[in-house]
């Protein structure tokens, strides 16, 4: 049983651009979610997919945006990267949308906007 | 907002010691709480979860204690080891399957 994978693990950008960041779900798992971890904080719900619609999104811009892909693997994307983005970018998957069966995160990709 | 505050933000504690970290929570509408660790490099990883008509839930060494009516939560972290040094998030979530809201976490030093 393979857990969830992130790619790439570090990157970094220039204020201004696009990022693609990419998850693969754990085997048997139909939701994936995404949360930002700024440095020294607790990570933060941007949204939610549950077989390829989202289902539900957290204070964040429409900037921010994902795609959830029938293998149930995932994107995040972000446009016009702020400063503030830099962070930890958390994927978690879990089985019908958590709950009971709990959310397994992978080590996530740490974006860094200079 | 803040739904969920956590304190201490770091606690440092001998080798077979007692870790405590509370929690307390603003949503009434949680019914599901889980403790997640977090080592550096790593993403967070669920380590004990109680639902509220539960006043206490121990696996282990790891304990959640909880008070529904102050809206409180705390885990203990019996015979603290030096391997349970890491960051400790406690979260709230509506079990109908929605998002995790996490605690600011506390990073934990186990001194052996």
């Known amino acids: 049983e393979t857990g969830v994978t992130q790619s790439p693990t570090h990157l970094i950008k220039t204020r201004g651009q696009q990022v693609t960041l990419r998850c693969s779900s754990q085997?048997?798992?139909?939701?994936v979610s995404w949360y930002q971890q700024a440095l020294g904080q607790g990570p933060q719900f941007i949204f939610q997919y549950y077989r390829e619609e989202e289902n539900g999104r957290g204070n964040f811009p429409p900037r921010f945006s994902g795609l959830q892909f029938p293998n149930y693997s995932s994107e995040l994307n972000v446009n016009a990267l702020e400063l503030d983005d830099s962070a930890l970018y958390l994927c978690a998957s879990s089985l019908n949308r958590g709950g009971v069966y709990g959310y397994t995160f992978g080590s996530g990709t740490r974006l860094t906007v200079v | 907002q803040q739904q969920v505050k956590q304190s201490p933000q770091s606690l440092i504690v001998q080798k077979g010691g007692i870790s405590i970290i509370n929690c307390a929570y603003e949503n009434t509408a949680f019914d599901y709480f889980p403790w997640y660790q977090q080592f550096p490099g790593k993403g967070p990883a669920l380590l004990i979860a109680?639902?509220?008509?539960?006043s206490e839930k121990k696996e282990g060494r790891f304990t959640i204690s909880f008070n529904k009516s102050a809206k409180q939560f705390s885990l203990h972290i019996m015979d603290s080891q030096p391997g349970d040094s890491a960051t400790y998030f406690c979260?709230?979530?509506?079990?109908?399957?929605?998002?995790?809201?996490f605690g600011g976490g506390t990073r934990v030093l186990v001194k052996p």
């Open positions: 085997s048997g798992h139909n939701t």
């Open positions: 979260a709230g979530q509506k079990a109908a399957g929605n998002k995790l809201t």
């Open positions: 109680i639902r509220p008509d539960v």
